[in-house]
């Protein structure tokens, strides 16, 4: 498999692309939700809150700290995590110029197939 050619393109894309991986699993979504919905640090909830094993969070929660969308101190033996905010409104923002940035148009582009008369397929 060939490199990835990160250094290629923008920083801001490269950011885009590190949300968009880290939101891409549905139980990141729900750790992110659960997280959203709890004001604070929240330490072993999590586990608790999900179908799964404590390793298969724990490797969740690692995607979402190194995508720079939660934060994690050590309180003890446990491991509090939250939203970090900073880099949450800065993920907000680059998520949104790229949705927002597509306008619709008619302009028959990418429609269904027109029917060729005479013509097989």
Known sequence: MGTAKLEEFTVRDN???RYAKALAHPARVAILRFLIAKPGCVCGDIVNELPLSQSTVSQHL????????????????????????????????????????????????????TKRIGKKR
Not at 64 to 73: P, S, T, V
Not at 84 to 113: I, Q, T
């Open 15 to 17: 950011r885009v692309a």
């Open 62 to 113: 690692k995607e979402l700290k190194e995508a720079g969308l939660i934060k994690g101190d050590i309180e003890g033996s446990h491991v509090c995590y939250c939203i970090d905010a900073k880099e949450w409104a800065v993920a907000k923002r680059y998520l949104a110029e790229l949705m927002n940035g597509f306008k619709e148009v008619d302009a028959g582009c990418c429609g269904p197939p």
